[in-house]
């Protein structure tokens, strides 16, 4: 039993990460002594490999924003554990933690559940318990065998992009990814994808939705008029005005797939088109292209992963097409960092580099001969503050700094950035 808020995070993060094979068999015993608390809930499931978190927290906020109390289930946490579980913009509290916490080792006798499944188990029994008219969950790790895919058909399903990410657990090809993230889909569900989704992988989701007799929604229109300006930014879809306080190019994209979301909702529950729009307006999103009007001015993101990086690279060009930038860099050792690094040297021709400690980290020689390869000179330093410190030394008060490679980088400088406020 654990008395304490640390005591119960400690116990959570003792639990294996990753399981030794793939199913459902741990979490649905856990569920099933828990009393089935997924049952009965409404969920909205999204899954995909980029912008799941900014679709999720959009359609949370639209719903919200009509009065409904929303579950609300993501992953990874950027400062506090707790972020992980909330219901509309409040996180699970400690004394709530310390119970759930309980209430879930109570039912493992016999079971060693990874650390999402025992944190998924807890969310299932809080949102039910605390009664939320609806949940928007998203999905930890590919979609087939994750935790979250135990329940039955959503009210609605949602994925978005989908790139090379965590190949070794989901598969070398965009269809072998895509085939994952599908399997979410259960019979007679209504799902829909994000515009930008890669036409190969449309392919395979179209064949999921045939065998389930589901219904998708692709967006068919593009955006209208877009100005990517501060602090937000402004289109058109649709023969709608939106204005998004989320910036990014990338954004536009997971805000048109949040408003088809929150349409094919409307058709079940009561949503109007005034709380997609205040919705949009109203979302806010740690560490995704997040800007500090200091100077230099900072901006924080979480992207994690070549795909993510190619979109932040975008961005910056868009906002920023005449600023001084300074990068700070570092990046999971599973991840394609290789093809990020090609990627950051078409934009800078320096970068100071870090790690993120006690994380799976790139080898930091390496990533340095890597861009050093690619005629970038490279500082580098292992401690995350004191990179960050060089690099504000090394901006000057009109430049920009852009410190992202990882959410857990992100999260680590976003309280040192707050200092610097």
Not at 20 to 29: C, E, F, P, V, Y
Not at 103 to 127: H, K, Q, S, W
Not at 241 to 252: D, I, W
């Amino acid at each position: 039993m654990v008395k304490s808020a640390n005591e119960a995070i400690d116990h959570i993060h003792s639990l294996s990460r990753f399981g030794k094979k793939a199913g459902l068999s741990n979490i649905t015993l856990m569920l099933e002594r828990l009393g089935n608390p997924q049952k009965g809930q409404k969920f909205v499931h999204v899954a995909g490999t980029n912008g799941k978190g900014s679709v999720s927290n959009m359609i949370k906020n639209i719903l919200t924003n009509h009065g409904y109390k929303v579950g609300y289930y993501t992953s990874p946490y950027i400062e506090f554990f707790s972020e992980r579980i909330c219901i509309n913009n409040e996180m699970i509290s400690d004394s709530d933690l310390v119970h759930y916490t309980n209430r879930v080792m109570d039912v493992c006798d016999g079971i060693n559940p990874i650390e999402f499944e025992f944190i998924t188990a807890m969310a299932f029994l809080y949102f039910k318990e605390q009664k939320c008219d609806i949940t928007v969950l998203e999905v930890g790790l590919g979609g087939r065998f994750d935790a979250t895919n135990i329940i039955d058909t959503p009210l609605l399903n949602v994925i978005t992009p989908i790139g090379f990410d965590h190949t070794a657990i989901l598969g070398d090809t965009l269809e072998k990814i895509a085939f994952e993230k599908a399997g979410t889909i259960k019979e007679n569900s209504t799902v829909v994808i994000s515009p930008d989704m890669a036409k190969e992988c449309t392919a395979v989701i179209e064949e999921r939705c045939h065998e389930t007799s589901s219904e998708l929604i692709i967006p068919k229109c593009n955006a209208k008029n877009v100005e990517y300006s501060l602090p937000c930014t402004t289109f058109e879809y649709d023969n709608e005005k939106y204005e998004l306080s989320l910036l990014g190019t990338y954004q536009v994209g997971n805000a048109i797939c949040a408003i088809e979301a929150s349409r094919a909702l409307s058709k079940k529950i009561d949503l109007s088109q005034t709380d997609i729009n205040a919705g949009l307006k109203n979302s806010f999103w740690k560490c995704r292209f997040e800007r500090f009007d200091t100077k230099p001015e900072i901006v924080l993101d979480g992207a994690h992963n070549s795909h993510g990086v190619k979109a932040l690279m975008e961005s910056i060009e868009a906002y920023y097409p005449n600023k001084k930038r300074v990068f700070l860099f570092s990046m999971l050792g599973e991840k394609d960092w290789r093809n990020s690094a090609s990627l950051i040297s078409k934009h800078t021709d320096s970068v100071i580099l870090t790690i993120v400690p006690g994380i799976r980290e790139t080898p930091a020689d390496e990533l340095k001969r890597e861009f050093e390869s690619l005629g970038v000179k490279c500082e580098y330093y292992q401690n995350p503050e004191t990179a960050f410190e060089k690099a504000k030394e090394e901006a000057g008060e009109n430049d920009v700094l852009f410190a992202f490679g990882s959410l857990y980088l992100s999260g680590c400088l976003r309280k040192y950035v707050k200092e610097f406020l």
